[in-house]
């Protein structure tokens, strides 16, 4: 298994595609950040709106922390769609060139093949998501420096200081890595059903995209079925800059309001996870490949 996961890294990483989203990643980023180092006062205006002169906060608001929230806010959209180049390509783009059957006359499963395809996707979109955590995170602190994080919410406004802040993204790129592995998943679920790239590319983000308006329209019909959507989950992420008050409204400092709504997204991103695999193996093993 370890032989596999080391030729499909290496397929991956030798083609210059891979490479797009790294590309893209690193260009939006700069961009965001170069127009709050220059702008950025008259952005936290806007965002903050009334509440500017109703509030009297201490420090530096356009920080670190703050930028990289925003950036999660604006990347954690479009990642999806970098990382269904390379996953709704894992398969498709083997049966495209014409190698999946002389593949599979080496002495291997197909389960093994699958599994070791799928960690590939998943090592990729992990780097993707610790690239994207170098730039957004580490490089935003050291351009903006670190204060108290502002964070509004809906109808509120929270503020976590400096010193509780950091483990907080730890927990928030890892849920972010659940979550943009189940849209791998996804797009190499999809893979095994076509012969060349653009299908399984264009049905994840398909696929995504009516899910994400499902998630998010609040029709009577429709909430019925947005706890079982995983776009209604890929979200909770935000839960983990939200925190927990005492009777007397003050900070309790180590805290998350509401920490079984991570757990609860976490779980159904799991199960997706686990039912497009395993539905990936159960079709690719009873498909009849001839390319």
């Not at 790294?22 to 006062?41: M, R």
């Not at 979109?125 to 420096?145: C, D, E, K, N, P």
């Not at 797009?187 to 095994?192: A, C, K, M, Q, T």
């Not at 008050?245 to 991103?269: M, W, Y």
């Amino acid at each position: 298994m370890w032989t596999l996961l080391q030729i499909e890294l290496y397929k991956i990483f030798k083609r210059p595609r891979t490479y797009i989203a790294f590309i893209a990643i690193t260009s939006l980023i700069a961009i965001v950040q170069l127009g709050l180092k220059s702008d950025g006062k008259e952005y936290i205006e806007f965002i903050l709106g009334d509440l500017k002169n109703s509030l009297s906060i201490e420090g530096q608001i356009l920080n670190g922390y703050f930028v990289c929230y925003v950036l999660l806010q604006l990347l954690l959209v479009h990642v999806p769609l970098l990382i269904a180049l390379i996953a709704a390509d894992m398969i498709s783009g083997e049966a495209n060139a014409g190698t999946l059957r002389f593949l599979l006359t080496k002495p291997i499963s197909r389960s093994e093949f699958i599994l070791a395809k799928f960690l590939a996707a998943t090592v990729y979109t992990l780097m993707l998501l610790i690239w994207l955590a170098i730039l957004a995170l580490f490089v935003s602190m050291v351009i903006f420096g670190t204060d108290d994080m502002i964070v509004l919410k809906n109808g509120y406004l929270v503020q976590l200081k400096a010193d509780d802040v950091f483990w907080r993204y730890i927990g928030a790129f890892g849920f972010a890595a659940l979550a943009m592995t189940t849209v791998a998943a996804l797009g190499f679920f999809l893979s095994i059903f076509a012969e060349n790239s653009i299908g399984p590319i264009v049905a994840t983000m398909s696929v995504i995209i009516v899910a994400t308006i499902l998630s998010t329209m609040s029709i009577p019909l429709f909430n019925k079925i947005k706890p079982f959507l995983f776009t209604t989950h890929m979200v909770a992420w935000k839960e983990f800059f939200d925190i927990r008050v005492d009777d007397a409204n003050a900070s309790i400092k180590g805290t998350v309001q509401h920490p079984e709504r991570i757990i609860r997204s976490a779980f159904v991103l799991l199960v997706h996870i686990i039912a497009f695999v395993g539905a990936s193996i159960y079709v690719f093993k009873k498909k009849d490949i001839l390319s």
